[in-house]
């Protein structure tokens, strides 16, 4: 197992531990369970074959938290936000982060491919 593999998936298995603990059904309301706010970001500024291969990374991390979360039940606790070319720059993607609503209970993973 390559160590890109071995750290996606040990971010994966920490983010839903974190929504494990609180099933929804412990909430008097469902929307309270906390969320995991997933921003992949793919910088392309690397140009020729390499930069497409680090936007499909980038959409790969999507595709595997999505994947793990809807088969643990917990689709409704992941919010995605996918990062590209010319949105990936300091400000845009502070920008992006600013805008997700992120509660207290709440985890944000920030993942950057170059």
């Not at 983010?15 to 059904?25: D, E, K, R």
Request: net charge neutral; glycine share 6%; charged share 25%.
């Amino acid at each position: 197992m390559s160590a890109s593999t071995f750290l996606r998936r040990f971010v994966l298995a920490l983010c839903l531990a974190a929504t494990g603990s609180a099933i929804p059904a412990a909430y008097a309301n469902p929307e309270d369970a906390p969320t995991v706010h997933l921003v992949a970001i793919g910088d392309l500024d690397i140009g020729d074959e390499f930069g497409a291969k680090v936007a499909d990374d980038a959409r790969n991390t999507i595709t595997t938290f999505e994947k793990a979360f809807a088969s643990a039940g917990k689709a409704k606790q992941l919010k995605t936000r996918l990062l590209l070319g010319e949105d990936v720059t300091p400000a845009r993607v502070l920008a992006a982060i600013a805008k997700l609503d992120v509660r207290k209970n709440d985890t944000l993973v920030v993942l950057y491919s170059r």
